[in-house]
């Protein structure tokens, strides 16, 4: 044992503490994410209007009954899950098969890869708003190739289902290379010899597909499709640009419809308990999701 | 073998079609950036020299900023994207390198405590005594975290959290529905606003809450990046008695170059992107990209080349950063990211 002075051993102490490390992005995310939220949810139970400003007033539950019994709200909540489910479905088919496909090597893959991945990385927006172009009823060239069947002119971003169609296919459009992406990863992990055997054995391919590949890959595609579902959930941008969330309110989703409710009516409370309301649906489909993926794995094994 | 061949061959139209899908899109903005007014208003057009004669008009025009400013936004998108990506990576990396390298333990009780205080505590204080936001803020993290810290260290009963649930928690931070934060960030910032702190519709403001926004991206990816890492090189730096902040920043960052090239690439791409807060919280002066084409959207409808034009300027850094990481997800390194 050789002496060491009280000071040093401090200075060391804080130097060699873990705590350095880990508190500035954990002070981070508490005043920018945590604080904030403690805040809405108080004035959640508030109404609060800026325009024309009125001083907070406690109403307790109201705000969340207003909105529970309010059919715009239902709507929202109906227009997102449509858009989530048919274009995640869409996105895990589509980009499960291409990252089979570029697993095995097809010519051509190494500027496949690169192309396949490219839409996630746009903007939302820049997207919406080529497909804005896209879509036009007269101008774009979507609606040239329906005149070409001798179909009229289809004014694809007024007519409710229609529009509805126009979102799912940007969001599988752009999110897509997300599911490529990650099975994609998922299947260079797979070990090799299993496939080598079921090779030698003759089993044919879509066999070696239903038995190996897809069980195997189950647990990240049930990781793939949640972060989607979630993501999914957070749709605006698109929408903003797309149709503004019209005709009506009949394709505004969760997120447009609680934007509007703050900065078109002003009304605070209100905006913060939809939010919250938010919160509390994706947290249900989340679960819901997640018991009904569960029991799939449960009977795989 | 002859089933497997058209499987085969069903695959690669299938990877043409998608390829051509994928395309499409970005063809015709190409094309319509150089359009003339004409090619736009009569129809669609598709290709140059042939269809259309080809201008650089719509490129003029946005440079010299005849229908509004269009440099200004690019600046702010540069600046905020670039100095929130450096924030971030840079926390993100130090969080992820104490989660490999340490072992943390927060009692569950500790973390409830915490929650009960601030949520109660924030309440009491704005309510009943009308304290100021912000100063609410700053006493209640003062105060919670002092207890909570506290109590940590005391023999709790109740689960104990390991350093899984700790990234957890920075990852679900991602979870949230991002209205719900950058409502109640808006609502805050406006807050000090009043008290004569520009938050809204300024560079710290955005920056702040980009690093946030970025921090669970990072956190998550340089984990699995430094766990790829070998301990021994830093046991011996420690075995010389050199301090960790030393190691980190003399050994381990520099070791994991690619790691942070990647981490910082993806951080950047969505904060480049990100529409929604920008959208609250800057209102003229930090306009970013996003906001700016989507204000063209409905205040200039039909001026496709203009709004092609602003559109390319997004998209181009993101096509580079796109074609590094295929290159990267080849070499295998991002398959780590998904266990």
Redesign the interface.
């Given at each position: 044992m050789y002496p060491v002075r009280y000071e040093d051993m401090v200075l060391?102490k804080i130097?060699?503490?873990?705590h350095?490390?880990?508190w500035?992005?954990?002070l981070?995310?508490?005043?920018?994410?945590?604080?904030?939220?403690?805040?809405?949810?108080?004035?959640s139970f508030q109404s609060i209007r800026l325009v024309p400003p009125i001083p907070p007033r406690?109403v307790g539950l109201d705000n969340y009954a207003e909105i529970v019994s309010s059919a715009r709200f239902w709507g929202s909540i109906t227009t997102t899950a449509i858009i989530v489910c048919i274009s995640v479905f869409l996105q895990y088919v589509?980009g499960f098969?291409?990252a089979?496909?570029?697993h095995?090597n097809?010519?051509?893959a190494?500027l496949?890869?690169?192309?396949?991945?490219?839409?996630m990385?746009?903007?939302?927006?820049?997207?919406a708003?080529?497909?804005?172009?896209?879509f036009h009823p007269?101008?774009?060239?979507v609606?040239?190739l329906f005149t070409i069947f001798g179909s009229p002119n289809i004014s694809f971003l007024t007519v409710p289902p229609l529009a509805i169609a126009v979102l799912v296919i940007v969001e599988t459009?752009q999110w897509?290379p997300f599911v490529v992406?990650?099975m994609?990863?998922?299947l260079?992990?797979l070990p090799s010899d299993v496939f080598e055997a079921a090779r030698v054995d003759n089993i044919?391919?879509?066999r070696r597909f239903r038995d190996i590949t897809f069980p195997m890959l189950l647990p990240?595609s049930i990781?793939v499709i949640f972060i989607r579902m979630?993501e999914g959930?957070?749709i605006?941008?698109t929408v903003?640009?797309l149709t503004g969330g019209g005709p009506g309110t009949s394709t505004e989703t969760?997120?447009l419809f609680?934007?509007n409710e703050?900065?078109k009516k002003f009304n605070?409370g209100m905006?913060?308990a939809l939010?919250?309301m938010?919160?509390i649906v994706?947290i249900v489909f989340?679960s819901v999701y997640l018991a009904a993926a569960q029991r799939i794995v449960r009977r795989y094994k | 073998m002859s089933a497997e061949r058209k499987i085969r061959n069903l695959a690669s139209g299938l990877a043409v079609i998608w390829f051509l899908f994928c395309l499409f899109p970005l063809w015709w903005i190409f094309v319509t950036a150089i359009k003339p007014p004409l090619a736009v208003s009569q129809g669609a057009t598709y290709f140059p020299f042939i269809d259309f004669q080809p201008t650089l008009q719509a490129y003029r025009d946005a440079v010299s900023g005849i229908r509004g400013d269009f440099v200004g936004p690019i600046f702010n998108s540069i600046v905020v994207s670039v100095i929130s990506t450096v924030i971030s990576v840079f926390l993100g990396a130090m969080a992820a390198y104490s989660l490999v390298r340490f072992e943390f333990r927060v009692k569950l009780l500790a973390g409830l405590v915490f929650a009960i205080i601030s949520i109660g505590g924030f309440a009491i204080l704005t309510e009943i005594y009308s304290v100021k936001v912000p100063y609410a803020i700053a006493i209640i993290m003062f105060v919670a975290l002092f207890i909570s810290v506290l109590l940590n260290r005391v023999d709790l009963p109740g689960p104990v959290m390991n350093n899984n649930d700790v990234t957890f928690w920075f990852v679900s931070q991602r979870m949230f529905p991002p209205i719900v934060s950058a409502f109640a960030l808006f609502l805050l910032y406006s807050e000090m606003n009043k008290l004569g702190v520009r938050m809204l519709d300024s560079l710290p403001g955005l920056v702040l809450a980009y690093s946030a926004f970025g921090l669970p991206f990072s956190v998550w990816l340089m984990r699995d990046f430094f766990e790829t890492i070998p301990v021994e090189v830093e046991e011996a730096a420690m075995v010389d008695n050199i301090s960790r902040m030393r190691i980190f920043f003399q050994i381990v960052l520099p070791m994991s170059k690619p790691g942070l090239v990647a981490t910082s690439m993806i951080v950047l791409a969505f904060i480049w992107n990100e529409f929604l807060f920008g959208l609250l919280l800057t209102s003229s002066k930090w306009q970013t990209l996003p906001i700016l084409m989507a204000g063209q959207n409905s205040s200039r409808g039909d001026e496709w080349w203009a709004i092609s034009v602003a559109a390319l300027v997004s998209i181009l850094p993101m096509i580079l950063v796109a074609t590094f990481l295929g290159r990267m997800m080849r070499s295998g390194l991002l398959a780590g990211s998904i266990k």
């Open positions: 060391t130097l060699e503490s873990k350095l490390f880990i500035p992005a954990f981070t995310v508490l005043i920018v994410s945590l604080f904030p939220l403690v805040y809405a949810l108080i004035v406690f589509i098969t291409l089979l496909t570029l095995h097809v010519r051509g190494s496949y890869r690169v192309v396949f991945l490219l839409p990385f746009l903007a939302p927006v820049c997207v708003l080529i497909a804005k172009m896209l007269v101008l774009g060239p609606n040239d459009w897509t992406l990650l994609l990863a998922g260079q992990g044919s391919i879509w990240l990781a979630i959930f957070k605006v941008d903003f640009i969760l997120t609680a934007y703050g900065f605070m905006t913060s939010s919250f938010f919160l994706v989340g | -």
